[in-house]
């Protein structure tokens, strides 16, 4: 395991100030320009070349569609430019999903009934993806699990030309508990519905049931076939199987996504003293490894990657 092995989410904000998230002590919302220019200059210089952005939008460009996903001006598209304009060589990865975007919270568009609207979503996660692609981003990686969308996503790029930029996609992505402070740190977390208006508590109707082991083998094979690049499976620690099942069935590159509800958990033992924090974060992370994953993306990378030159 090496420092290269590692992508560095990082949650970025349109203010100036670094804003702590308290559920995951030690990482903060960063302020467009110095923070997140900071933020990555760190990381660089322990040995992680590689950034995964994540926006938290103002309530008031929130909408049911999420358009706010593929303005030019948005706060990923100026942070992307930002980033390729100071460091040409770091490898920016997106995401592309509506949750930041939509009013509703959820990944995708939802109708009045509560139904989320699967091929309608497709065609803005194409858009959003472009947009990204047209600010500068290495690799996309769509993380909504509508059907179809890397395919789609794929084609959209070719045609604008984009040839280039490689598509992650989060290939088996649960619907699990261990988001809930990554959706304190965007407050994306599905709304309350209204009267009129159904909208689903949670995601099980798009992220696959964590009793599942085969229907992982089966969207690799079709991501796979749509042309995915690389391949990931998240939650991390708790679904090491499924790593494994996707390592030893593909030849494509594995990404694992060490979440914020595993990031919380090992922070809050350590704030404790009940778990010694560097031994049991580059345990956990080289058993991700082990199990088969090339890449890892975690809160922890630049500190992990400290550790392991032995500061
Ligand atoms: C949503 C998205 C989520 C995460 C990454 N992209 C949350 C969700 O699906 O609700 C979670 C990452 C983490 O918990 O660290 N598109």
Not at 9 to 36: C, K, T
Not at 153 to 169: H, K, P, Q, Y
Request: glycine content about 8%; overall charge negative.
């Amino acid at each position: 395991m090496s420092p290269a092995n590692l992508i560095l989410p990082v949650f970025i904000h349109d203010g100036e100030q670094n804003i702590p998230i308290a559920s995951m002590p030690g990482v903060d919302r960063l302020g467009w320009r110095h923070g997140l220019l900071d933020s990555v200059a760190e990381a660089r210089s322990h040995g992680v070349n590689s950034v995964v952005l994540f926006p938290k939008t103002p309530e008031e460009l929130k909408t049911p569609t999420g358009e706010e996903a593929f303005n030019a001006d948005g706060l990923v598209q100026r942070s992307i430019r930002l980033l390729k304009d100071r460091f040409p060589d770091l490898e920016v990865y997106t995401d592309v999903a509506l949750d930041p975007y939509n009013s509703d919270g959820h990944d995708g568009i939802v109708r009045d009934d509560g139904v989320i609207l699967n091929d309608e979503t497709v065609e803005f996660l194409c858009r959003q993806a472009v947009s990204q692609a047209r600010a500068g981003a290495d690799c996309v990686s769509p993380s909504d699990m509508m059907d179809g969308r890397v395919g789609a996503i794929r084609r959209a790029l070719d045609r604008e030309g984009f040839t280039g930029v490689s598509i992650m996609a989060y290939t088996a992505k649960y619907a699990s508990a261990y988001y809930g402070p990554f959706r304190d740190a965007l407050a994306s977390a599905p709304k309350a519905g209204q009267e009129h208006r159904i909208i689903p508590p949670n995601k099980k109707t798009y992220q696959q049931d964590p009793a599942n082991y085969r229907e992982a083998l089966r969207e690799a094979r079709l991501d796979e076939a749509e042309g995915a690049d690389i391949m990931m499976v998240k939650p991390g620690l708790p679904y090491l199987d499924i790593i494994r099942l996707l390592r030893d069935n593909s030849t494509l590159p594995i990404a694992a996504y060490h979440v914020s509800g595993e990031y919380a958990m090992l922070k809050a033992a350590a704030e404790r003293g009940w778990l010694n924090e560097r031994d049991a974060v580059l345990e956990a992370l080289l058993s991700l490894r082990r199990a088969g994953s090339d890449l890892i993306l975690t809160y922890y990378a630049t500190q992990a990657a400290k550790w392991m030159a032995g500061e």
